[in-house]
């Protein structure tokens, strides 16, 4: 008895399993092939030239200019939808919210940082205006 009441659980468990998988078998028991085209995306059509925002290319030496923001965490600071990540203390005291200073530097798209706003762009050199 403890047998059957054990396996019938087991047996349950697996076949549910199997239909986990998502594939179906043939009458041969084989699993089914997948289907072999992409589904359709949904995802919005990217934009024209004319109506892109233009960005600085990543690696590419960019100046910016224009009035410092926070950001929404802690020492994260803001100019034109970039992220400024400032490496030179001296630098770093110049830059405050609320300055309008001009920056040189390079965009970081794929850069990872703890602010989750902007686009990172390393700061080579920052003058107040």
């Known amino acids: 008895?403890?047998?059957?009441?054990?396996?019938?659980?087991?047996?349950?468990?697996?076949?549910?399993?199997?239909?986990?998988?998502?594939?179906?078998?043939?009458?041969?028991?084989?699993?089914?092939?997948?289907?072999?085209?992409?589904?359709?995306?949904?995802?919005?059509?990217?934009?024209?030239?004319e109506s892109a925002p233009v960005k600085p290319s990543a690696g590419a030496t960019t100046t910016l200019t224009g009035t410092i923001a926070a950001g929404v965490e802690p020492n994260c600071l803001l100019l034109d939808d970039h992220?400024?990540?400032?490496?030179?203390?001296?630098?770093?005291?110049?830059?405050?919210?609320?300055?309008?200073?001009?920056?040189?530097?390079?965009?970081?798209q794929g850069m990872m940082t703890t602010c989750q706003q902007g686009t990172p762009f390393i700061v080579a050199t920052l003058r107040a205006n």
């Open 83 to 108: 992220l400024l990540i400032i490496s030179d203390p001296q630098l770093q005291s110049t830059a405050k919210a609320g300055a309008t200073v001009t920056v040189t530097g390079r965009a970081e």
């Open 1 to 49: 008895m403890t047998i059957r009441r054990i396996s019938l659980p087991l047996l349950v468990a697996l076949a549910l399993a199997g239909c986990a998988n998502g594939g179906t078998a043939d009458s041969a028991g084989a699993p089914a092939s997948a289907p072999s085209a992409p589904p359709a995306s949904s995802a919005p059509p990217a934009p024209t030239e």
